[in-house]
């Protein structure tokens, strides 16, 4: 632009040099002379053309000067892109610092998880091994018992062969006593008339053994046995039954009375039925297991009978151990059948509901620790499969677990937990086992074991789960709050550590169940 003005300014200057000068002196001279037509036309035609040559410079100076204006709008444009940009680039820049703190914060928490968990893995495995060296411990004390057991079988064994000879000794003496009486008496009628009938007499005793059983009289009295177990036996006390509201047995006290006297009378003769059942027929075994436990869960909501005590030991004993003939019912069998004595199992039956009702039995009767270890075990097993939910449910064995539900039984505590925790799998038998645990027996029982100081943590996760499932029954929350287990869950979520995360999200979850607390995103992924 300075260039071209520069040379617009020369030529307008040469211009004005040249013809004006020539004009002026044009002029100057002609004011001497007088100017001629011919000259004043030839200086005009110079002016002339000096204007339309003003005129195209100053029409070529404005269409540069256009141009000019519209180079710098499209300068200022891709000056103001370039800003947008710039500052594009510099968001993108803040972005990514952000985004690579966060990945950051991301990876530390990911690395802080890990070292949790594989702390809990290596507590979980050492709880494993602890586990592995108790079981083997107890496999060990069973060997010995079983050893044990086959020394004592042995020598009793051995004690019936000594036996067997000294009768038949005894016998031979009898006989030959017999004989030399007679002979001494020979001449006395009346005496031999005496031994004849002495005979007579001795004869049913030792034939009455030998009566055949009625194989029909069993079946018709396992008929009987299965009506009322079924349909009076089995009404229990509200308390325990949990769903029932109306009984027909808890509105007439005197008869519910009258009932259970009779079991404590029918339960004597009942223990000592089991000894015959060797020779009964397997299939017979389990209504007649079924009314004594039946009997045996009548007897729950009476009076303590003292008298009871050993006759529901030994009852225990030998459900758990099962009967083993001692002796043969028939001489005439005794060379078939002495190498081959029958037995009959219950707690150990490959049938389910006879083994279920058998653990049941010896949960209700039995107190060695040992035994009661592996009727929870068997308990457990059985309770894997629907059929074994099923009979849970059928024969209300929940107020038989809560029995063993405390903290004086610290070795079984897990194992009993364990037999209920099983009935909260996702099943069909699971809504109906919630409904029977509502009840003030269930809640009492659990209001004491979570009274108990420094409570094992595994038995309370356990039970956590339970009250968890229990609190969404919403009218469960009147029981929470009648035994004050909400407050107890409060203050047991208030001390518990962080790093238990399993036990804090049953505890909120539990709590906002019974709205008691607000739901965050944890709780509501928990109780999904």
Known sequence: MASDSRNLTECCSDVDDSPLKSASYTTSKASNKRLLPHQINQIYDEL?????????????????????QKRERILVEREQLL????????????????VLTKFQIIKEQHAAEVEHLTEVLKERNKESKRLRTSFDALKELNDNLKKQLNEVSEENRKMEIQSKRVQARLDNLQRKYEFMTIQRLKGNSHAAHEMKSLKQEKVPVSKT???????????????????????????????????????????????RNDIQEKCVKLLPGMTEQLQWMPFVN?????PFIKFIYWSLRQLDAGTQHSSMTSTLRRLGEDIFKGVVTKGIQDNSLAHSVENKPKTAVFFKSSNLPLRFLSTLIVLKTVTQADYLAQAFDSLCMDLKTDEGKVLF?????????????????KGLLSNVIDSLLQMTVESKSLQPFLESCSNTLFFRTCSV??????????????????????????????????????L????????????????????????FNLGLTKCNSLVSNASH
């Not at 079946?219 to 949990?242: A, P, Q, R, Y």
């Not at 409570?455 to 969404?472: A, G, H, P, T």
């Open 282 to 286: 397997a299939k017979l075994h389990e």
């Open 209 to 255: 053994y030998k009566t055949p059983l009625n194989a029909q009289a069993y079946e018709l009295l396992t008929v009987f046995m299965d009506w009322i177990s079924d349909h009076h036996l089995s009404k229990l006390k509200n308390e325990e039954c949990g769903a029932d509201s109306e009984k027909p047995l808890h509105k007439f006290p005197s008869q």
């Open 449 to 486: 074991l979570l009274r108990t100081p420094k409570l094992d943590l595994q038995i309370l996760e356990k039970l956590s789960i339970i009250l968890q499932k229990l609190s969404k029954i919403k009218s469960n929350k009147k029981l929470f709050e009648l035994f004050t287990i909400h």
């Open 83 to 98: 800003f947008r940009h710039e500052t594009a680039l510099s968001k993108i820049k803040g972005v990514e610092e952000e």
């Open 48 to 68: 002339f053309h000096i204007h339309q040559k003003l005129q195209c410079e100053t029409a070529a100076q404005q269409e540069f000067a256009e141009e000019l």
């Open 488 to 511: 107890m869950l409060q203050e047991i979520q208030r001390t518990t550590h962080p790093e238990h995360a399993f036990l804090c999200i049953n505890l909120n979850s539990t709590l």
């Open 393 to 409: 449910l059928e024969y209300q064995a929940v107020p038989v677990i809560l029995s063993h539900l405390r903290i004086s039984s």
